[in-house]
C-alpha cells in the first residue's frame, strides 16, 4: 500500500496538488466567507478594498469615503487591484474578493512544488508545498478581510521559481507587476536584484535593482502625491530612523548597529521573527534565497507601530513563499554533506516529513479549526436579523455605518464608518445603521454609540428598524 501510495504521488504530483489546491480555496473560503457573514469582518480593510474595486468595476475613479482621501491611490500604490474588476461583473459581492484571496494564497504551492522537485523528488516537494498552505501567517491572513498583499503571494512564490528556472522574462513580468501592488513591494523587487548579484548575474541583478529603487521614489514622490491632492502621506513610521526613505536609507549605511538594535528591540519581535522561521526549523538560513526576507523584516520590526511587529494579522503572508523556499534550499545544501545517496534521500525525506508534522500539529491553535466546528455555521438571531434591516437601505443612499457592517453596504460612492470623527459635526448621511450586539471598533462601550443614535434621531433623523439590537435611522426629508 505504502509503495502503490508513493508511486502514484509520483506519476500524478500535479493532480495531487490540484485537488488539495482546490481543498485549501474551499477551507479559507468557508473560513473568511463566515467571519464575515458573522459580521466580524470591517471597514479597513475589507470595506476599503470592496468600494474601491467595485469602482474599477464601473470604470469609475477609485475614490473611497471610508479613507477620507480624493483617490485610493493616494493611500497606498496599488493598481493591480484593477485585475480584480472583471470578477465583480460575474459577481459583485464582497465574497468574491475573499474567495480570490484564497486562491491567491493557495496558488504558490504550485511553484515551491516545482522548485523543491528539481533538488529532492516529488514527495519532499508536496511536503513543502502542504506546509507552505497551512503556515500561520497564511491562516491568518486568508480569515483577516482581505489585502492587496494577498497579490503580491503568488508573484513573488513564481518570481522565485523563475529566477531558479532562468526563465528571464516571465520573472520579469512578475517583477513589474510587483511594483503595481503596493509601493513597499518595489524595495523586495530592489532585493530580487541584489539576490541576482550576489549569483552573479550582474546584468540583469543591476537592471532589477535600479528599476525597484527608482519605482519605490516614483511611487513615494509623484504618482501617490499627484493622487492624494495635497493630502500627506500617513504610513510612514520609521521616526527612529529618519522623516522620509533618504533620511532612512542614511543611517541605515551609518548606523547599523542602531538598525539591529531596533530589529531586536523587545520581546515581541523576537518572538515573531522566530515564529517566521520556526516552522521549517531554521533550514531558510542555510540558503542565499534568506536575502529576500531583509526587506520584509526590516519593514516590520523597524517600525514604530506595534501592530507590525505581532504575530496577528496579515503582514506574514508575504515572506511565507520566501522562507518556505529558502528553506527547502537550506535543505538541499545542508543534504549535500552526506556522502551516502540513500542516507541523504532518507534525511530529505525524514526533515521535509517533520516540518509537515510540525505544521500540522499547530492546527489545532490556527484559525482553520473553526471550519471543522459545527457551531461555525450557526448563523445567530443577530446575524439572521441583518438582511432584513440592510434591505431597508436603498443602493445609491448614503450611509453611515458601525465598523463590521460597512463592507455589507460598500457598494456605493458614499459610506462612512462611525468613529468619533465622523459624528462630530453631526452627519449628513441619508441613512445611518448600527448593532449593539456588533464589535464597536473606536469607543469604549456601545452606549457612546447609542448616545449618538439617540440624539440625531431629535435631529433629523427618524428610527425605521429596531430589532435583535439592529438600529437603521433614515434622514427626514426636510
Same mark, same amino acid.
Given at each position: 500500500m505504502k509503495n502503490k501510495l508513493k508511486? $502514484? @504521488?509520483?506519476?500524478?504530483?500535479?493532480?495531487?496538488? /490540484?485537488?488539495?489546491?482546490?481543498?485549501?480555496?474551499?477551507? #479559507?473560503s468557508l473560513l473568511s466567507f463566515y467571519r464575515h457573514?458573522? $459580521?466580524?469582518?470591517?471597514?479597513?480593510?475589507?470595506?476599503?478594498?470592496?468600494?474601491?474595486?467595485?469602482?474599477?468595476?464601473?470604470?469609475?475613479?477609485?475614490?473611497?469615503?471610508?479613507?477620507?482621501?480624493?483617490?485610493?491611490?493616494?493611500?497606498?500604490?496599488?493598481p493591480a487591484l484593477m485585475l480584480l474588476a472583471p470578477l465583480y461583473w460575474i459577481l459583485p459581492k464582497a465574497e468574491t474578493l475573499l474567495f480570490a484571496q484564497a486562491v491567491l494564497l493557495m496558488l504558490p504551492i504550485f511553484p515551491i512544488f516545482f522548485f523543491g522537485r528539481k533538488r529532492f523528488g516529488d514527495i519532499p516537494a508536496i511536503c513543502f508545498s502542504a506546509s507552505y498552505s497551512i503556515l500561520w501567517g497564511i491562516q491568518l491572513a486568508a480569515e483577516f478581510d482581505f489585502h492587496e498583499i494577498s497579490l503580491a503571494v503568488p508573484l513573488i512564490a513564481f518570481s522565485i521559481y523563475f529566477i531558479d528556472q532562468k526563465r528571464w522574462r516571465s520573472f520579469f513580468i512578475c517583477s513589474f507587476l510587483l511594483l503595481t501592488v503596493k509601493e513597499d513591494m518595489c524595495l523586495l523587487v530592489a532585493f530580487f536584484g541584489i539576490y541576482l548579484l550576489s549569483q552573479k548575474e550582474f546584468k540583469k541583478g543591476l537592471a532589477t535593482m535600479i528599476v525597484g529603487i527608482l519605482a519605490f521614489w516614483l511611487e513615494m514622490n509623484v504618482l501617490m502625491p499627484y493622487f492624494a491632492e495635497g493630502h500627506p502621506y500617513k504610513f510612514?513610521?520609521?521616526?527612529?530612523?529618519?522623516?522620509?526613505?533618504?533620511?532612512?536609507?542614511?543611517?541605515?549605511?551609518?548606523?547599523?548597529?542602531?538598525?539591529?538594535? !531596533?530589529?531586536?528591540?523587545?520581546?515581541?519581535?523576537?518572538?515573531?521573527? $522566530?515564529?517566521?522561521?520556526?516552522?521549517?526549523?531554521?533550514?531558510?538560513?542555510? /540558503?542565499?534565497? !534568506?536575502?529576500?526576507?531583509?526587506?520584509? !523584516?526590516?519593514?516590520?520590526?523597524?517600525?514604530?507601530?506595534?501592530c507590525y511587529w505581532v504575530i496577528n494579522y496579515h503582514y506574514t503572508a508575504v515572506?511565507?513563499?520566501?522562507?518556505?523556499?529558502?528553506?527547502?534550499?537550506?535543505?538541499?545544501r545542508l543534504s549535500k554533506y552526506l556522502r551516502n545517496e540513500t542516507t541523504r534521500k532518507k534525511v530529505i525525506l525524514l526533515l521535509s516529513g517533520l516540518c509537515l508534522l510540525l505544521n500540522v500539529a499547530v492546527l489545532r491553535k490556527m484559525p482553520i479549526r473553526k471550519v471543522l466546528k459545527p457551531v461555525y455555521y450557526r448563523l445567530t438571531d443577530v446575524d439572521l436579523a441583518a438582511p432584513r434591516a440592510l434591505a431597508l437601505i436603498p443602493d445609491n443612499a448614503s450611509v453611515l455605518a458601525q465598523d463590521t457592517i460597512v463592507p455589507h453596504?460598500?457598494?456605493?460612492?458614499?459610506?462612512?464608518?462611525?468613529?468619533?470623527?465622523?459624528?462630530?459635526?453631526?452627519?449628513?448621511?441619508?441613512?445611518? !445603521?448600527?448593532?449593539?450586539?456588533?464589535? $464597536?471598533?473606536?469607543?469604549?462601550? #456601545?452606549?457612546?454609540?447609542?448616545?449618538?443614535?439617540?440624539?440625531?434621531?431629535?435631529?433629523?433623523?427618524?428610527?425605521? @428598524?429596531?430589532?435583535q439590537g439592529w438600529v437603521v435611522l433614515q434622514k427626514v426629508k426636510s
Open positions: 508511486v $502514484f @504521488f509520483e506519476k500524478n504530483p500535479i493532480k495531487v496538488l /490540484s485537488v488539495y489546491g482546490v481543498f485549501i480555496v474551499a477551507a #479559507y457573514w458573522h $459580521f466580524q469582518s470591517g471597514a479597513f480593510d475589507l470595506g476599503v478594498f470592496d468600494q474601491s474595486i467595485w469602482h474599477y468595476s464601473r470604470f469609475e475613479k477609485p475614490d473611497s469615503s471610508l479613507t477620507g482621501l480624493p483617490n485610493i491611490l493616494a493611500d497606498h500604490f496599488h510612514w513610521s520609521f521616526s527612529q530612523l529618519g522623516s522620509g526613505p533618504l533620511e532612512a536609507l542614511k543611517t541605515c549605511l551609518t548606523q547599523p548597529w542602531l538598525v539591529l538594535k !531596533i530589529l531586536f528591540s523587545n520581546q515581541t519581535k523576537v518572538i515573531t521573527m $522566530f515564529c517566521i522561521f520556526a516552522p521549517f526549523l531554521m533550514m531558510a538560513f542555510f /540558503s542565499p534565497w !534568506i536575502l529576500l526576507t531583509v526587506p520584509l !523584516i526590516c519593514e516590520r520590526m523597524l517600525s514604530t507601530g506595534s515572506i511565507s513563499p520566501v522562507v518556505t523556499c529558502a528553506s527547502a534550499d537550506g535543505l538541499f453596504l460598500s457598494h456605493r460612492s458614499h459610506i462612512r464608518d462611525i468613529m468619533p470623527e465622523t459624528i462630530t459635526p453631526p452627519p449628513t448621511e441619508d441613512y445611518i !445603521i448600527a448593532c449593539k450586539n456588533l464589535q $464597536f471598533f473606536f469607543f469604549k462601550k #456601545y452606549d457612546d454609540i447609542n448616545d449618538f443614535l439617540l440624539k440625531e434621531m431629535g435631529n433629523g433623523y427618524r428610527k425605521i @428598524f429596531d430589532e
